[in-house]
């Protein structure tokens, strides 16, 4: 295994890029081995909860696919995942990583994108862009979590970065499962075929209590902090509107089939989360997102301990209204007044019969050995454009128009990717912090 944490490690952006330029050469024919029915190498980057699922649902995915590498930041991250994973009884034997093949640090993506066929991208969504543009440089298939970037240099590095996988054949299947949930698929389709009319007004909230979180511990730098903690600062995580409620923003983006808003105005702040151990990020944020045509996305998400929980969908139209319940059945009603004009068969269609997180690595792992590649990487990016947007709106208390947002040259990266010292970001004022 190579170093650990407390190794020194450093890497600038220069260097990765670099890097993911030379891994290249050595890879461009996976696209065309994968097409067969040889075996799929598979590379997890990020071995958290996330990424280990995932890994799972890969496996399962594709009986001929076997776990080949892994990249952590840590290595007791690492070591946890691979020990999960090698107690699943029905992948155990498919889990071919050896000591060699395990990567810790800033560098590790490199080693697994080189080794693998498809590479499962579940890091802190920060290092998203730079990830996904290496692996479709070395033309590798991706699975990429949502969100896949926080701030507008790396919306449109991923935006690129998948027009380039275009031309190479490869898939990119993003985690905004909800996409893949069948479920929800048939609401969708309601609303597109027309069964609410046209779309007036839309809502979406997604109300909780806290996350996890992570003490500091003496021996660590301000770096290992964060990442270890990277929830709480906006430059890893995007802060929740964009970590959490791109699930609901994208749903309705899916809802307007992939119309996204003009222009979002908000408000938000840090009511409850104040200790330092929620680094800078707010705990309440509602935006109002206004669409060409002069409809409203009334959008509010809070973390707050002690609330009233609600994490639902509302798509108003001129004949009906469309209600979705994301975390729990029916996923989708359809009602005109009072009648229920229709009602999506949601019992059938939970796990195990419907679950979304295996959907997405059955359909991903199907796109390959068709050679039919599935490319999710517009709405993934503007999804997470729109989020990043109206985070924009409430840090700032401006109105942040598409153009604004796309075009925003705020760029979280922090100076260098070393472990040391690393200032938190002074909290968002709004009318204080200016759109950059
Ligand atoms: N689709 C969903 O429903 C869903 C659910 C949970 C999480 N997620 C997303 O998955 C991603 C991971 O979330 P999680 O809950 O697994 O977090 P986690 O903290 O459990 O896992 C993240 C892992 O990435 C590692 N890491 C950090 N920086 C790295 C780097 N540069 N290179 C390699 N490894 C690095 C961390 O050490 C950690 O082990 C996030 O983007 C999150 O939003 C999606």
Redesign the pocket.
Known sequence: MTPTSSSPNVATRRDFLAGAAAATLATLTSAVHAAGSDILRIGL??????????AMQALRADKNSRLVAL????AD??Q??LDNLKGVADIADRIDVKPDSC????N??KS?IEMSDVVL????????P??LKAAVDAGKHIFA???CAVDAPGVRAVLQACDEAKKKNLSIVA???WRYHHGMRETMKRIHDGMIGDITALQCTYNTGGL?SVKRRPEWSDMEWQ??N??YFTW??GDFNV??H??SLDKIAWAMQNEYPKSAVGSGGRQVRTDPLYGNIFDHHCVVYEYESGVKLFSACRQQVGCAPDISDHVMGSKGTCHIETNRPPRGIIVAGKKKLWQSVASLRNPPHDD??QNEHDELFASIRAGKPINNGEWMAKSTLMAIMGRMATYTGQVITWDMALNSKEDLTPPA?EFGPLPVAPVARPGVTKFV
């Open positions: 980057i990020g071995c958290g909860g996330r990424g280990t699922g995932a990249g952590d930041m840590f991250k690492l946890k995942c990567f810790t640090g800033f590790a993506y697994v991208l579940t890091t802190p969504p920060h290092f998203r730079l990830h979590e949502k969100p985690g905004l499962c996890w990442l270890r990277w929830l890893l995580s970590e959490q791109i699930h979304m997180y990717y």
